[in-house]
Each structure stands twice: as C-alpha cells, then as structure tokens.
C-alpha cells in the first residue's frame, strides 16, 4: 500500500471518529431529553422539549448515516446508534447528565445549545460538503434551542427566589462539565487542519460571551471554573451513560435488526 | 402553575402567503414571547405556519350567547343580501 493510500486511510478513521462522537452528543442528549415526554411542566414545555430531542434525533441520523459511509464497513444508523458498547460511545458528559429539575434540563441544554450555534455556524464552511450541509440545517434549529433555553434562563433566574435558587445550583452542578466542549484532541486536531473539523477551543471566547451575556438579564453569573470533568471523548464515562444505553439499546438488543 | 402566573393565550396561524391567520387553539405561557414559542411548538410541528399571531384570551371582547336572538336573527330574513337572490339576465353571461 502506498503512502497516500494509508493518508487516506488515517483520515478516513479520522474523519469517521469525527462524525461519530457529533453524533453521540446527539443521541444521548436526545434520549435525555425525551426521557420529559410526559413528564414536563405544561403540555406546552412537553411539546417544546420532544421538539428539540427530535431536532437532534434528526442530526444524530444524519451524522451516524454519514458516519457508516465514511466507515465504509457496511453499518448503517441504527448499528452505530444501538449496538455499541458503553465505551465505545464518544459523547460529551454533560450530554449525560441527569434530568434533575427543569432548571438543570434548562441549564444543560442552554449551555450546550450556546455551544452547538457558534459550532454549527462555524462548520457550514467546513471543506467536507456533507458536514457543510447537515451544519446548514442543524443551525437553524439549534439558533431556536438557544432562544428557548435562554428565554427560560431569564424567567427563571429573574423569577421566584425558589426558581433563582434552583438555577444557581443548576449552574453549579453543570458547570464542570463545559470544559470538555472546548478541548482539543488528536482527532480533532488533524480535522481542524484539513479544514474538514471546527477549532472548538477558539469558541470558548464566544460561548462566554453568549452565556454570560444571558445570564446578566437573568441576574445570575457564571460559576467560577474549576476542576473540570473530561474523559467522553475517549470513552470514560460517569456512571449515568450506561444505565441510558439499557434503555436506548433494549429493542435492538433484544430484537436485532427490528424497524418500524 | 397558576393561571395568573401562566394565563391563557389565543393562537392564530397563517399558513400560507395571501392567507389570513386562522384560529388554532389556546396556549398557556407567563408572556407573550413565550406564548410566541408555545404556539410554535405545539401549533406548526407539521409545517403549518409561515406566522403566528398571540393574544391574551383576556383581550379578545366576545358577544355573549344571551344576545344571540337580538345579533343574529334579524339577518335570517333579509334573503336579498345574498347574490342568488337576484337573477342574472340572459345578456350578463357568466360572472
């Protein structure tokens, strides 16, 4: 085999990572996310919270079909998505992260949504055309992701004492895990310089900027950053991410190859 | 949640260009951009809207049903407002 040849092959698997760990944030957030089906606030919040999962259900697919492409090993969406192992899977943490409250839904999904819109924006004019145009659509809706969540920031911090105080722990507990959202790897580094992959550590600035900028209207602050948790990207998971495979996997696992 | 915390809202959509909004239902929401979400969230998750219109149910003034003799019966009679009272001549062709 020449050396281009194994080039393209590293990139490849490279490329392949890539798509597949944007594909787990997806999912597992997703899946989070749905866990609120019928449980929300009002019907209302219900509808808005499922309409979000399903936003990133839609990515997830998009990003596991092409990723199942780019692997060129035959597995499609439903194999990439269902018949992994624990650490097999690449998502961020704070993807993971329990429900808790609605102040901690809202916080996790305003934290990663703020994240999501600058890194979507950013991909558009990625030189890989397919992430180019599942970024092109993606952004649409998470720009709406932002508004919601930060909308709800803001009524909620700037709302009852309990709601604030809610949202002040909300925002402890979460902070720990934005860390990661920024970090950049070996994967990540050899994406970036073949213009395929966005510079998630020169988002951080923006990111801040958002959160905070929201935050202030909603009269609270940003916690201080501290030890920060890592280790989604090489498979180290907390403790949550394996009881939400059981869920997510049981149908697949128990009938394989079961569609709709 | 209290209905003076989350009163309720009215939800019209416009479907289409050239349209007008037409009544969709109600909605709950503490104010009216978040009463603007609500509707989109739960009125257009099948493509239905190109605009929503939000108001507060407070603000709409309703006729009341008591005076629905008084509103509504006088018009029954007056059968000459409607165009298929009047006859065409012949020469008017198709209108």
Avoid at chain 1, 3 to 13: A, R
Avoid at chain 1, 153 to 178: C, K, N, P, Q, Y
Avoid at chain 1, 179 to 201: H, K, N, R, T, Y
Wanted: charged content about 25%.
């Amino acid at each position: 085999m020449s050396g281009t040849c194994e080039s393209i092959m590293t990139s490849n698997q490279t490329l392949f990572s890539y798509v597949l760990r944007l594909a787990d944030d997806h999912l597992i957030l997703s899946q989070r996310l749905g866990e609120w089906c019928g449980e929300a606030p009002t019907l209302e919040e219900d509808l808005a919270l499922a309409n979000i999962a399903l936003d990133l259900i839609g990515q997830a697919r998009a990003l596991y079909a092409y990723a199942g492409q780019v692997e060129g090993r035959g597995r499609d969406e439903d194999q990439l998505a269902f018949m992994r192992y624990e650490r097999d899977y690449q998502n961020l943490l704070i993807t993971e992260q329990p429900n808790g409250d609605f102040a901690h839904t809202i916080v996790r999904q305003f934290f990663i949504s703020a994240y999501m819109d600058s890194f979507w924006r950013r991909m558009e004019s990625s030189k890989d055309e397919m992430l180019a145009a599942i970024a092109a659509k993606a952004s649409k809706e998470v720009t709406y992701h932002l508004r919601h969540t930060s909308e709800w920031v803001i009524r909620l911090g700037d709302g009852t004492r309990e709601s604030h105080e809610r949202m002040v722990e909300a925002l402890d507990d979460l902070m720990m895990f934005t860390g990661e959202l920024f970090e950049i790897d070996a994967v990540a580094q050899e994406m970036l310089q073949s213009g395929v992959g966005v510079d998630a550590s020169d988002l951080k600035a923006e990111w801040q900027h958002t959160v905070q900028t929201i935050l202030q209207e909603a009269t609270l602050e940003l916690p201080k950053a501290g030890h920060m948790q890592t280790g989604g990207r090489t498979g180290r998971h907390s403790e949550h991410l394996g009881h939400i495979l059981s869920e997510l996997q049981y149908m697949q696992r128990s009938f394989p190859g079961l569609t709709w | 949640m209290s209905e003076a915390a989350m009163p309720l809202w009215e939800v019209f959509i416009r479907a289409r260009n050239g349209l007008s909004h037409k009544h969709a239902g109600s909605i709950h929401a503490a104010d009216a951009e978040m009463a603007l979400h609500a509707a989109r969230d739960v009125y257009t998750r099948r493509g239905e809207g190109q605009s929503i219109w939000v108001v507060r149910s407070s603000d709409i003034v309703a006729s009341d049903p008591v005076d629905k003799d008084m509103m509504f019966e006088p018009t029954a009679s007056k059968i000459y407002r409607h165009p298929t009272f009047y006859e065409i001549p012949d020469d008017v062709g198709n209108m």
